[in-house]
């Protein structure tokens, strides 16, 4: 998959629709130079004003080309992944927010208090989400667990090993047939297919505001290529 950083610097046209708006009410911001703008979060931009005019600097764009299909069922797949994908996405993230939440809290605590807190959380997780994560198809949790991957730098067998009791139940009741997700396999979509394809619909649904990014979502980088 062939990726394209854009970075755009002045745009003219959304400087012309600013200046026939009101300034929107917005904290005032000073940047590393001093000069004073606010953060438009539907353009996804610094606004400025210089001069009496204003002045739109976009945040950095990444656009994912479309994955190349070699035929009517690579296409099939792609939009078939993007279903599994929407179905999936709302659960990881949950997954993830509860994941990092569990990480603050334990970052002080040692020994028994440590392991404590971490059946106790996932008691409170299982009795929440289990159901929901049972009833997942064997893809659903592939997905899931490349998410997680993605998200955390980690693969679930990672994430299993670090937490080991307690929360390990929560990420092992992904899906039904454990065997037949790799959870030692590291999401990778210059290698493998399936990830290429899982990335450029990632990118796509949340440049098009389908899918709400996470946090860190732009900090992904593939191991040993940083």
Sequence with gaps: MIFYKLHYLFLICFGLILNAQGKPNA???VDEYGKEYYYDNVLKAKVYEIDGERIVIMDELYLASKPKFNNQLDRNYYFFLNKKLTRVYPLFLTALEQYRSLQADIQDMKGGEKRKHIREKQKELASQYETKLRDLTTSEGQIFAKLMNRSTGKTVYELIK?????????LWNVQGNVADIDLKKEYNPHKYRDDEYLE???ISNWQQGYLKPYAGYEKFSIKGKE
């Design 27 to 29: 904290e005032i911001l």
């Design 162 to 170: 670090e937490l080991k009791g307690g929360f390990n139940a929560f």
């Design 200 to 202: 450029s619909l990632l």
